[in-house]
């Protein structure tokens, strides 16, 4: 027997609350990942039920919501996951970012969903050596859950963590505890870095331009409708010829005449056919 009483109708509640403040859709397959989740905000709340949880967040809004999201946000991450995205970023958007910015000498990357920071630390060390130190070099990396940005700002990972990284990055990246057990991102790579809490779905603060924006595993959470209103609105933050990146498991729409289709899953802006 479970510990609380979860109703469809409580789970319809939290969809709606979940959808309504972030764009993440909620299907029925979701249920029992919904229950773990939250029943850890019902025992440190000393609550008892599902509904009684629901009635406290409406309640305790401001105090309790954050929460709330943060227990429902996945955040599956690695070091240089899906490394071709890499690859592609350093042979082929570091030169053609070279050449763009030969004047102003500034470039933007934006890892849009960092999660505990590893994919904008791995863009970082992909980009670190590749501009002079007069260039103005800034990654943002923004993400829905707090929580996962105060690990990634702290820049702390276990052993495991960094099992993919081999040991020239290791040495020249991270500060190794004495026994081994955890790894320090070093300050010079967290100089390039900058965090920030950002709802995909409010207003975005930042102005842009990016060279590049990495969305990866963040858009199969979104319904159809919020995801061709983030492609346009990446689009927009773009540079001309610049690229979103999105997960191996997330398609954009053959009706997205504004971006071309690289293939393995790398979209470039295109200067025709903007339908924004």
């Known amino acids: 027997m479970r510990e609380f009483l979860l109703t469809d109708k ?73 490394n071709h995205h890499f690859e592609f970023l350093a042979k082929t958007v570091v030169p053609e970012i070279t050449t763009r910015h030969k004047q102003d000498k500034r470039v933007r990357i934006w890892s849009a969903g960092c999660s505990t920071g590893e994919e904008p630390y791995s863009i970082a060390m992909t980009v670190a050596n590749a501009f002079p130190n007069d260039w103005d070099v800034k990654v943002l990396a923004t993400d829905l859950d707090s929580n996962v940005l105060s690990k990634a700002s702290i820049g702390e990972y276990t052993a495991n963590n960094v099992t993919g990284l081999d040991e020239d990055k290791l040495k020249k990246w991270f500060l190794r505890s004495a026994d ?16 920030k809490r950002l709802n995909l779905l409010e207003p975005w603060p930042m102005k842009g331009p990016f060279d590049a924006i990495f969305c990866r595993n963040v858009l199969i959470y979104f319904d159809k409708k919020t995801k ?15 690229y979103l990146l999105i997960g191996h498991s997330e398609t954009m729409g053959k009706e997205h005449l504004q971006f071309k289709n690289l293939g393995k899953t790398i979209y470039q802006k295109g200067q025709l056919n903007e339908r924004i």
């Open 228 to 242: 061709d209103k983030l492609f346009e609105q990446y689009h927009r933050m773009l540079v001309p010829n610049g």
């Open 10 to 82: 409580d789970f319809s509640e939290v969809s709606a609350r979940v959808y309504d403040a972030c764009g993440i859709v909620l299907g029925p397959h979701k249920k029992e990942m919904v229950y773990s989740r939250l029943a850890r905000r019902i025992r440190a709340n000393g609550l008892s039920s599902f509904a009684e949880y629901l009635s406290f967040l409406e309640k305790n809004e401001d105090a309790e919501f954050s929460h709330f999201i943060n227990s429902i946000t996945t955040n599956l991450t690695s070091f240089f996951r899906e």
């Open 180 to 195: 081994g057990g955890t790894y320090r991102v070093k300050p010079k790579l967290q100089s390039f870095i900058h965090f």
